[in-house]
């Protein structure tokens, strides 16, 4: 399934349904299944969906061995890979029933951070804030099982012409 590119030549982007297939599930309560390299690195199959609806996402995330630094919390160079794998799904609830998924790039992503975020649970709640044509803004907040706001996180998606 991987592309490559070899002096200059055009990379042609996989066909995204097929990847979509492949890490799918058919659990509503479940983000994604196994298959997706970074999603089974998060722990995303093990993620609990608590709200889908256009525009927002909210889930019960956990915080495997391999993201911890040495306190246990998270490393803080890994929630940029959280927001940014949890972005994209927020994006796609805005999906218009049919439309085709198309591949993102993420033009740019920040993070605030207010206070650790301990295992072996979080949550993440996603919203879109704003989406003109294929760019959409993100905000993903992080909060402990308290509700405290542990990082905020904005992300500006992109999608790809190419579908």
């Known amino acids: 399934m991987a592309a490559r590119r070899d002096h200059g030549e055009r990379l042609k982007a996989p066909d995204i349904e097929e990847f ?5 599930t058919d659990d509503p309560s479940r983000l994604v299944g196994r298959g997706h390299p970074v999603g089974d690195f998060l722990g995303a199959p093990e993620w609990i969906v608590l709200a889908r609806s256009p ?3 909210r889930v019960r ?3 495997g061995e391999a993201v ?3 306190r ?6 890994f929630t940029p890979t959280y927001v940014d794998f949890f972005a994209l799904h927020v ?4 999906r218009a029933p049919g439309e085709p998924r198309r591949w993102l790039a993420t033009a740019n992503l920040r993070v605030d951070y207010f206070t650790p ?3 072996p649970q979080f949550e ?3 919203s879109m804030l704003h989406r003109s044509g294929r760019t959409g803004y993100v905000e993903v907040r992080f909060r402990d099982l308290d509700g405290s706001l542990c990082a905020l996180a904005q992300a500006t998606m992109i999608e790809r012409r190419e579908a």
């Open 20 to 24: 979509a297939r492949a890490w799918a």
């Open 55 to 57: 525009g927002l996402l």
């Open 61 to 63: 995330a956990v915080l």
């Open 68 to 70: 911890r630094n040495p």
């Open 72 to 77: 246990g919390e998270l490393f803080g160079g």
């Open 91 to 94: 994006f796609h609830t805005t």
């Open 117 to 119: 975020i301990h295992g």
């Open 124 to 126: 993440m709640e996603g």
